[in-house]
Every structure is written in C-alpha cells, then in structure tokens.
C-alpha cells in the first residue's frame, strides 16, 4: 500500500507523458499527482495554482526543467508542506539585463512565431532536438516528445515563455532548503548542463542534498532513462 504523497510538476510544454513511468514505478510507494499549468504566466502563479490544487497537505514534490523552478516557489510560498524536494535538469538563476537576456528574448519569440505560423509540431521539430541525447533523435521517443508539444497551443506556449522570461531568483531558496533534496541531471543535458546543478547543490545546505548525473541522457531524463531517474526517486522517498 502507498503510503508517500508525491507531487509531479512537468516542464515547458511538457505534461503527465513527462512523468508516466515515475508514476507506474513508484506506485508502490507514493500515490501521485501531475499538476498542469495551461495558460499561466508566471512561475509564481504556478506555484499557488500547485498549492491550491495538490490533493495532499504535505507532499514529497518533484519538478522538472520549468517545473523545478515551480518547485522551488512551493517551497519558498509554503516549505511547510513540502517533505522532500527533487530537482531535474532545471535551473535557478534569473535572467539579468544585457545583451545575453535578449538574445533569449528573441529566441523564444522566434520559436513562439514557428508556433503561431506553422504549427506546434514545427516548432518542436526544430527546438526538441537539442533538448535529448543525440542518441534519441528519430526514435520512437523523440516522436512521443514531438506528439507531447503538439498538444500545447501557442497561446500555452507565449505564457509559458513570460513566465520563465521573469523567472525570479531561486538562491534564498536552494540557501535555506530545510527538506532532503535531490538534484538529477542529464550528463549531456545542453539547455540545463550539470554544472548548474553542481552550483544548487553548493548553495543548499549539506546536510540536506546530493547530486546524480544520468549517464547518455539529455534533458528529458525522465524520459530518456526512465529506470535511472526512477531508481533515484524511489530512494528519495525512502529517506
């Protein structure tokens, strides 16, 4: 019998497929949640939407990629309810003024005008690739991630970019981190490099977290090394 509470928050444009086979591993330990954010605009509006909609009042809490940095607002919002926390392949600095902060501007907007103009799988064929091991381009896998971004709208996709283009500063957070904590990265992650996840996890306190590379992976660890991510987690829960 499932005795944990485990909260599951997907990435841009991802959602529950993000997570399936966590779900089906852990079922022997936690039942679980999959929170959807839809059209919302900012990572803090996500988290009060995870917080008002999560069906436990305490709860382990899992984010990956965008949803990591949700997960780090629950926990500044209410850390209160979140028993432990794990972070995949995400990020928690914000985006500073300068010339680099544009360039991410016009990135996104770029890819949001493929979305609006050609479609949702157009612009996932041109954006996905980068976010997996070279390994999974023109699999199976990559179609389900492809099939994944089409069924988001642009509309999904413009406020998902405002979020994360003020996306808030997550360090008083990683700094104060109470929870055990675990940081998974892809080793080949381009978009969230395991270098970042080395400076969270000097920033939290040690007691609390440890860091675990996934070997021939990408972004989308959960995805793309569903048995290593899950064997991580279900140690997570255990502690």
Known sequence: MAIEQLVLLPGLLCDDAVWTEQRAALAPQAESFVADFND??????????????????????????????????????????????????????????GQAAQAERDKRMALLAVAQKQGMRAMGKLWAPGMVHPDHLATPLFDVILDMIERRTPKQFEAQITALLARPDATPVLQSLACPTVFICGRQDLWSPLSRHEAMLKLAPPQVGELHAIEDCGHMSTMEKPQAVSGILAKWLAT
């Open 40 to 97: 919302l605009d900012s990572i803090k509006g996500m988290a009060e939407k995870v917080l008002d909609t999560a069906p436990y009042k305490v709860f382990s809490l899992a984010g990956h990629s965008m949803g990591g940095r949700v997960a780090m607002e629950v926990v500044r919002l209410a850390p209160q309810r979140v028993r432990r926390l794990a972070l995949l392949d995400t990020g928690f600095e914000p985006r500073v003024a």
